[in-house]
């Protein structure tokens, strides 16, 4: 028997007023498949919980991870708005029996989709579960190394604390040897002053012959009574501690009388012995004796040169004389 437009009017009339029907006729309508959808809709829900859940664990253990959750999020979110849309079309389909067909079949095909997406979702998930626990045991691993490193770093600390107190020890030594070293090069520098001085005092002809004759060696004890007199206590201890005292005459005046030298001797002649020997002759010349500073050693400084010439002292180095007209000039002018 045919079904004409007008039969298919009434029968949406009366459904229209007999709901019962409806859920018959669905029931006729529809498949198996078709009428299990809600609950499959429903597990799928479910489902989609259970991954969201494990999708937020998956976040809190790897951060690198979180693009990847966030799209399956909205491949899940999408997937929800086209299951309420598949909802609506459901109710729909009471009013659009013809286009029921189309729509199922292509529902069928949506949700075959939908299942092999879930299939690769859920080997996603499978594969992330992997990478994760191969995280964790490199994880594992990062620590041990390191707890190790931090024992090896602890070592090395304790060593270099060590080594510290060693290099301290070893710098009080080399303080305490520099000090030693000082003091030895004082002694050895008196020696020499001495062992130089004594050298003058025998050789004081061939020093300073070739500007006085008649040279003699005084002693400066010799001299206690004129000086005692001209100077004071502290003057005449300073003089006392004159190195060499000579006399004798000019070889470019023979006419004047005798003239004095105020010898200061030092292996390094520096400013303090320019110094000493110009103190010590003006002294001398104080208590009425003409008296030219000298200073002589094997060598001198550069301040020691520049003072000598300032302080017009004839300066003997290594043999070689210097400043000896500077000198006996400034004697001379003097009063000398």
Do not use: C
């Not at 067909?101 to 579960?129: C, H, I, N």
């Not at 005292?245 to 005798?258: F, H, K, N, V, Y």
């Amino acid at each position: 028997m045919s079904f004409a437009v007008q039969d298919y009017h009434d029968l949406v009339d009366l459904l229209e007023k007999r709901p019962q029907w409806r859920s018959d006729l669905r029931r006729l309508l529809l498949s198996d498949d078709l009428l299990a959808l809600p609950a499959i809709v429903d597990k799928l829900a479910i489902t989609v919980g259970e991954l969201a859940e494990a999708q937020k664990r998956t976040e809190a253990r790897i951060a690198e991870l979180a693009e990847a959750q966030q799209h399956t999020e909205q491949q899940l979110a999408a997937l929800t708005a086209r299951v309420d849309a598949l909802t609506v079309r459901v109710d729909a389909l009471t009013a659009h029996v013809d286009a029921l067909t189309v729509r199922v079949d292509a529902l069928a095909a949506r949700l075959e989709e939908l299942a092999e997406a879930q299939k690769r979702t859920e080997q996603r998930l499978d594969s992330l579960a992997a990478r994760m626990e191969e995280l964790a045991e490199a994880q594992k691993r990062t620590e041990q190394r390191l707890d190790s490193l931090a024992a090896r770093m602890e070592e090395l600390a304790e060593a270099q604390r060590h080594t510290e107190q060693q290099l301290a020890a070893l710098a009080a030594h080399v303080e305490a040897l520099t000090v030693e070293q000082r003091k030895m090069q004082n002694k050895l520098a008196r020696v020499d002053g001495r062992t130089l001085e004594i050298d003058f005092r025998q050789k004081a002809p061939a020093y300073f012959g070739r500007l006085m004759r008649r040279l003699k060696i005084v002693e400066v004890h010799m001299l206690e009574d004129q000086l005692a007199e001209q100077l004071s206590p502290e003057e005449y201890d300073d003089f006392l501690r004159l190195d060499l005292l000579l006399t004798g005459l000019l070889w470019q005046q023979p006419d004047r009388p005798q003239i004095w030298l105020a010898v200061e001797v030092s292996s390094v002649v520096d400013r303090e012995d320019i110094v000493r020997a110009r103190r010590r002759a003006d002294l001398l010349r104080k208590a009425g004796y003409p008296t030219i500073p000298v200073a002589a050693g094997e060598e001198a400084t550069l301040g020691a040169e520049s003072e000598a010439r300032f302080q017009k002292v004839a300066l003997i180095q290594d043999g070689r004389t210097l400043l000896w007209d500077e000198a006996l000039s400034a004697s001379l002018a003097a009063g000398g």
